[in-house]
């Protein structure tokens, strides 16, 4: 009996100790950055601002991303929605997804002028896991750089395309 107490009240903790994790959609197309990103229907319009100006992003964290084309387009769209900046930053645990089966979301540096020099910035270490999958990077020098950081190790990147770009597919630096 006192094991059956002591396994319950274990369990309890553990599991009221553990952060929620939060699902958050992004969608080129019919997404605005005014909406909450909890939903398909509800998403953002662009990954930098679920990346940015999301304050419930948290490690743990997916932002799954409709298919469709994700690029500068000039700053903003004809809604005034922020579109991308190029590097997309990165945060330790959060994984970006597709979430389309039948096209892939294609994160585009060209309209910057000339060709973004990174499309993602991994500023800090991953240590937790973070997860690009299922996404088409291209026209850019690199598509992922590193700051120096101290690990990757957590960092998957998994059914991703690169085309178009003129440097180390995967440039990481580590100190």
Known sequence: M?????????TAALTGSAAAQS???VDPTSG?????????????LSITHALGSNPLLASGDTIVLN???????DGLDASGNQSEVFPLELPNGVSLVSGDL????????????????ALID?????DS???????????CISPF?????????????????FRGYDGAGILLQLS
Do not use: M
């Not at 896991?129 to 026209?139: A, L």
């Open 145 to 161: 750089v590193s700051a120096t950081v101290n690990s990757i190790r957590g960092l998957l990147v998994d059914s991703c395309i």
């Open 102 to 117: 039948f096209s892939d979301p294609v994160i585009d540096g060209e309209n910057v002028g000339v060709n973004a020099g």
């Open 23 to 25: 699902t958050w959609y």
């Open 67 to 73: 298919g469709g084309v994700y690029n500068s387009a």
């Open 129 to 139: 896991v973070t997860e690009v999958r299922g996404i088409t990077f291209e026209n």
């Open 2 to 10: 006192v094991r059956l107490i002591l396994s319950f009240i274990l």
């Open 122 to 126: 991994v500023a800090e270490s991953i």
């Open 32 to 44: 605005n950055n005014g909406n909450t990103g909890s939903s398909p229907g509800d998403a953002f």
